[in-house]
């Protein structure tokens, strides 16, 4: 079986090429790898021009490979017996241009850019036309678009047109989804062998229109490991953990959630919520005693851990020892949802998970940590390890260390963690996940905003921190510190409501209490939760939805994931 999977690996132009490389050092050669993925692009595109009552297809080619793909298009579609004709952009007739040459072997008409540089010729090709291929550029964009092409593409959206275009739409960063200034507005984008991660991520992929894969004999090994995966439904589908039938709480595991304060606590209700439909066997809420009367008397399915607070909306670190008595029986923990960033919330925060507070710095742990080093007896040492073996929970009740279980981090939780100076000392490759959205992710990395290319960012800061990371967006990336990176490329705009992402630390939080590691409870939680907002959507609209209706469908989200459909 080939390593590199269409629809689950996902690359960036430097890998494609690697790939094509490959290809060719096994054997195969230019012509045939183009010949390969036009014939399967060409297929999409007679499908659509089929259907039209009466096609005429304009061809736009550039100067690279892109438009060398859209010429071997240019003759299917003239081979099938639609009129087609193509305007070239900086590509003049040479003769090793094999493919200028049989698409004008063909006598398809060919107008150039060169020699109308009011684009006029364009402008009545357009009129003319009913579909339109966009080989423009493919892969090889990597700076802004020239002013004359970027005007090009612009009259090509203003007509209107339905536009499929190779590869990828012209003016998409192949990497990162950013757009070189304009783009084309694509109904259909058929991708050559595989996806690049600009298909997945905004705010190109808006422009992407229905995405297809063209067949591309890859090769089978490759020496460079694909990283990059695609959360679609058949991947997120691998990733749900198998519910035995004769399990029991424990084997489902129990989730401790500290969310929720005086201002916020909703918060603490859909993160315990989202814990305990996520398919976790218990969950507790440790939320401040101000909310906990109010959040009892209508949630029912958890149970309860009050924490002590300064005054209501404030926690002191007393209550941290607290949450630690309590843990040894816990797989999972999530802090931070509507937790509030006031000064004993920190103080508490930094106690929780054994980072320095400005008093006195408290000994935390890891489960499941080589390299805990629990701190000598009664220091109140904290670190991870593995929850619920009856030896080391005596011990660590005896002697006073903490395990952890695996961590979840979210919102105030990493509003809080971002004012601490080394924050990642204590939680590096550990089994931790910490869920930004953009602004928290600026804050963490303590800059102003972040850059342009997201997975780049989140691979880096993954890699730097030690842990998986979650970056929230309309196209949310999850990167492992390994180098591994998902994407989600489904926006889902009914998903952004406040309280969602509150679901999603539940979400993720009761998952790695099933067992799951970190990075694939992460792609699991960001896959159902976008089931989910899919039924929503379906279901309700995109307008007027908020969080509970996606905390609503988590089961019918299950059901479809598992059983493969809704009836
Ligand atoms: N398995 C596969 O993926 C296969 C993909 N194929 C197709 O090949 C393209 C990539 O082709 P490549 O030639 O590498 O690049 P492009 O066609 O995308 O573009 C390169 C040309 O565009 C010029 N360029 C670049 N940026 C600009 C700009 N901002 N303004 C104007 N012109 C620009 C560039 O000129 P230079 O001056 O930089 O040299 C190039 O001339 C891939 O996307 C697939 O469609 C193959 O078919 C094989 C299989
Ligand atoms: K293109």
Same mark, same amino acid.
């Given at each position: 079986?080939?390593?590199?999977?269409?629809?689950?690996?996902?690359?960036?132009?430097?890998?494609?090429?690697?790939?094509?490389?490959?290809?060719?050092?096994?054997?195969?050669?230019?012509?045939?790898?183009?010949?390969?993925?036009?014939?399967?692009?060409?297929?999409?595109?007679?499908?659509?021009?089929?259907?039209?009552?009466?096609?005429?297809?304009?061809?736009?080619?550039?100067?690279?490979?892109?438009?060398?793909?859209?010429?071997?298009?240019?003759?299917?579609?003239?081979?099938?017996?639609?009129?087609?004709?193509?305007?070239?952009?900086?590509?003049?007739?040479?003769?090793?241009?094999?493919?200028?040459?049989?698409?004008?072997?063909?006598?398809?008409?060919?107008?150039?850019?060169?020699?109308?540089?009011?684009?006029?010729?364009?402008?009545?090709?357009?009129?003319?036309?009913?579909?339109?291929?966009?080989?423009?550029?493919?892969?090889?964009?990597?700076?802004?678009?020239?002013?004359?092409?970027?005007?090009?593409?612009?009259?090509?959206?203003?007509?209107?047109?339905?536009?499929?275009?190779?590869?990828?739409?012209?003016?998409?960063?192949?990497?990162?989804?950013?757009?070189?200034?304009?783009?084309?507005?694509?109904?259909?984008?058929?991708?050559?062998?595989?996806?690049?991660?600009?298909?997945?991520?905004?705010?190109?992929?808006?422009?992407?229109?229905?995405?297809?894969?063209?067949?591309?004999?890859?090769?089978?090994?490759?020496?460079?490991?694909?990283?990059?995966?695609?959360?679609?439904?058949?991947?997120?589908?691998?990733?749900?953990?198998?519910?035995?039938?004769?399990?029991?709480?424990?084997?489902?595991?129990?989730?401790?959630?500290?969310?929720?304060?005086?201002?916020?606590?909703?918060?603490?209700?859909?993160?315990?919520?989202?814990?305990?439909?996520?398919?976790?066997?218990?969950?507790?809420?440790?939320?401040?005693?101000?909310?906990?009367?109010?959040?009892?008397?209508?949630?029912?399915?958890?149970?309860?851990?009050?924490?002590?607070?300064?005054?209501?909306?404030?926690?002191?670190?007393?209550?941290?020892?607290?949450?630690?008595?309590?843990?040894?029986?816990?797989?999972?923990?999530?802090?931070?949802?509507?937790?509030?960033?006031?000064?004993?919330?920190?103080?508490?925060?930094?106690?929780?998970?054994?980072?320095?507070?400005?008093?006195?710095?408290?000994?935390? $742990?890891? &489960?499941?940590?080589?390299? =805990?080093?629990? %701190?000598?007896?009664?220091?109140? #040492?904290? +670190?991870?390890? !593995? @929850?619920?073996?009856?030896?080391?929970?005596?011990?660590?009740?005896?002697?006073?260390?903490?395990?952890?279980?695996?961590?979840?981090?979210?919102?105030?939780?990493?509003?809080?963690?971002?004012?601490?100076?080394?924050?990642?000392?204590?939680?590096?490759?550990?089994?931790?996940?910490?869920?930004?959205?953009?602004?928290?992710?600026?804050?963490?990395?303590?800059?102003?905003?972040?850059?342009?290319?997201?997975?780049?960012?989140?691979?880096?800061?993954?890699?730097?921190?030690?842990?998986?990371?979650?970056?929230?967006?309309?196209?949310?990336?999850?990167?492992?510190?390994? $180098?591994? &990176?998902?994407?989600?490329? =489904?926006?889902? %705009?009914?998903?952004?409501?406040? #309280?969602? +992402?509150?679901? !999603? @630390?539940?979400?993720?939080?009761?998952?790695?209490?099933?067992?799951?590691?970190?990075?694939?409870?992460?792609?699991?939680?960001?896959?159902?939760?976008?089931?989910?907002?899919?039924?929503?959507?379906?279901?309700?609209?995109?307008?007027?939805?908020?969080?509970?209706?996606?905390?609503?469908?988590?089961?019918?989200?299950?059901?479809?994931?598992?059983?493969?459909?809704?009836?």
């Amino acid at each position: 079986m080939p390593k590199i999977v269409p629809g689950y690996h996902i690359t960036t132009a430097a890998q494609i090429r690697a790939i094509e490389q490959r290809a060719v050092d096994e054997g195969a050669t230019w012509p045939d790898l183009m010949a390969e993925a036009s014939r399967g692009m060409a297929d999409v595109g007679l499908t659509v021009i089929a259907k039209q009552p009466n096609p005429a297809v304009l061809v736009l080619v550039g100067s690279g490979n892109n438009g060398g793909d859209a010429l071997v298009i240019a003759r299917h579609i003239k081979e099938a017996d639609f009129p087609v004709s193509c305007y070239l952009y900086k590509r003049k007739p040479q003769a090793d241009d094999w493919p200028f040459a049989a698409a004008q072997a063909e006598a398809i008409p060919m107008s150039f850019a060169a020699d109308d540089s009011q684009n006029q010729q364009l402008q009545q090709l357009l009129q003319t036309s009913t579909f339109v291929i966009d080989g423009l550029f493919g892969i090889g964009l990597s700076r802004p678009l020239a002013a004359d092409v970027a005007h090009i593409i612009d009259l090509v959206n203003a007509s209107k047109l339905p536009v499929l275009a190779v590869d990828v739409p012209s003016g998409l960063d192949a990497d990162n989804g950013k757009i070189w200034g304009t783009i084309i507005n694509a109904a259909y984008t058929v991708a050559a062998g595989l996806t690049k991660r600009g298909h997945h991520l905004y705010p190109g992929a808006a422009y992407v229109g229905k995405l297809a894969i063209a067949p591309f004999t890859l090769p089978d090994s490759m020496e460079e490991p694909m990283t990059t995966t695609e959360l679609n439904l058949a991947t997120i589908r691998s990733l749900v953990p198998a519910r035995p039938v004769d399990g029991h709480k424990d084997t489902f595991g129990r989730v401790m959630v500290v969310a929720g304060s005086y201002l916020y606590p909703g918060a603490a209700w859909l993160a315990a919520t989202a814990a305990a439909r996520s398919g976790a066997g218990v969950v507790t809420l440790a939320c401040p005693r101000s909310i906990y009367g109010s959040t009892a008397a209508h949630l029912h399915e958890v149970t309860y851990l009050p924490l002590p607070e300064v005054e209501p909306g404030e926690l002191t670190e007393a209550a941290a020892k607290l949450v630690h008595e309590k843990l040894a029986k816990y797989k999972a923990l999530l802090v931070g949802p509507g937790l509030g960033t006031e000064t004993g919330t920190g103080d508490f925060l930094r106690a929780l998970i054994g980072l320095a507070s400005s008093k006195r710095r408290l000994g935390v $742990g890891f &489960l499941g940590s080589n390299e =805990l080093e629990l %701190p000598t007896k009664r220091k109140g #040492g904290v +670190g991870f390890g !593995l @929850a619920a073996r009856p030896k080391e929970e005596a011990k660590a009740e005896e002697e006073g260390p903490v395990v952890l279980p695996p961590l979840v981090i979210d919102a105030d939780g990493l509003n809080i963690l971002a004012t601490i100076e080394h924050w990642e000392e204590k939680l590096r490759d550990q089994p931790v996940v910490l869920t930004p959205h953009i602004g928290e992710m600026a804050r963490l990395l303590g800059e102003e905003k972040i850059g342009e290319d997201h997975p780049q960012v989140a691979l880096e800061a993954a890699a730097r921190w030690g842990v998986t990371v979650v970056l929230k967006s309309a196209h949310t990336i999850i990167a492992s510190p390994d $180098g591994r &990176l998902a994407l989600h490329g =489904l926006a889902n %705009p009914a998903l952004a409501t406040a #309280g969602s +992402g509150d679901i !999603l @630390a539940g979400l993720t939080a009761g998952l790695l209490a099933q067992g799951l590691a970190p990075f694939e409870a992460a792609q699991l939680a960001v896959g159902v939760h976008g089931v989910a907002g899919a039924l929503v959507r379906e279901e309700l609209g995109e307008r007027g939805t908020i969080a509970s209706d996606i905390l609503n469908r988590l089961p019918l989200a299950w059901r479809k994931l598992t059983e493969g459909g809704l009836k």
